[in-house]
T-cell receptor, first 115, second 117 residues
Framework: GAGVSQTPSNKVTEKGKYVELRCDPI?????LYWYRQSLGQGPEFLIY????????DSGLPNDRFFAVRPEGSVSTLKIQRTERGDSAVYLC?????????????FGNGTRLTVT | AQKITQTQPGMFVQEKEAVTLDCTYD???????LFWYKQPSSGEMIFLIY??????QNATEGRYSLNFQKARKSANLVISASQLGDSAMYFC??????????????FGKGTHLIIQP
């Protein structure tokens, strides 16, 4: 596709439920990133994939959060037993390279609301 | 210590004036890159400009330029001839060569720029 696509654009769920957020990166981009952005804050790093493997998951806040990218393209961020504090915009980005002047191209995000 | 510091939470500027948005960074890596992104109220993150630590000249992209002062660890964004459409959040971000784990970008808290007619 022309840009990074994220679905759904909005997700409302009840506390304790499980959610999946999907990201379809720009074709050919091997690096994929998940960020979380709370109101009035900058994006906060969660996890980075190079190809199919998670190269760095140091930003995942706890073991309720997990992400996969099984075929090196589409990625899914999974959140178990959601809590109200998980409410935020979840941004996905991809880039051609994970170094140098290669910018991250962001999707429009998924706004997650946990009630 | 914060890796990226943006000290201006909000700024009001008259249309057509030049704007400088401040950004200071902290790294011990000799090789790093600095990025600026614009986030309008619609929420999309738009890449504006890049400066590499070894670049000899300040980066420019149209009305955007980067005032890079390496010794001061400063990478301020300058917007010339501001327009109403420049109203948005602006984020400074850094990519370190291999520091701290992430090969992604570390973002500052942003500056909310409002252009007044």
């Amino acid at each position: 596709g022309a840009g990074v696509s994220q679905t759904p654009s909005n997700k409302v769920t009840e506390k304790g439920k499980y959610v999946e957020l999907r990201c379809d990166p720009i074709s050919g981009h091997t690096a994929l990133y998940w960020y979380r952005q709370s109101l009035g804050q900058g994006p906060e790093f969660l996890i980075y994939f190079q190809g199919t493997g998670a190269a760095d998951d140091s930003g995942l806040p706890n073991d309720r959060f997990f992400a996969v990218r099984p075929e090196g393209s589409v990625s899914t961020l999974k959140i178990q037993r959601t809590e109200r504090g998980d409410s935020a915009v979840y941004l996905c980005a991809s880039s051609q390279r994970s170094w140098g002047n290669s910018p991250l191209h962001f999707g429009n995000g998924t706004r997650l609301t946990v009630t | 210590a914060q890796k990226i510091t943006q000290t201006q939470p909000g700024m009001f500027v008259q249309e057509k004036e030049a704007v400088t948005l401040d950004c200071t960074y902290d790294t011990s890596d000799p090789s790093y890159g600095l990025f600026w992104y614009k986030q309008p109220s619609s929420g999309e993150m738009i890449f504006l400009i890049y400066q590499g630590s070894y670049d000899q000249q300040n980066a420019t992209e149209g009305r955007y330029s980067l005032n890079f002062q390496k010794a001061r660890k400063s990478a301020n964004l300058v917007i010339s001839a501001s327009q109403l459409g420049d109203s948005a959040m602006y984020f400074c971000a850094m990519r370190e060569a291999r520091g701290g784990g992430a090969d992604g970008l570390t973002f500052g808290k942003g500056t909310h720029l409002i252009i007044q007619p």
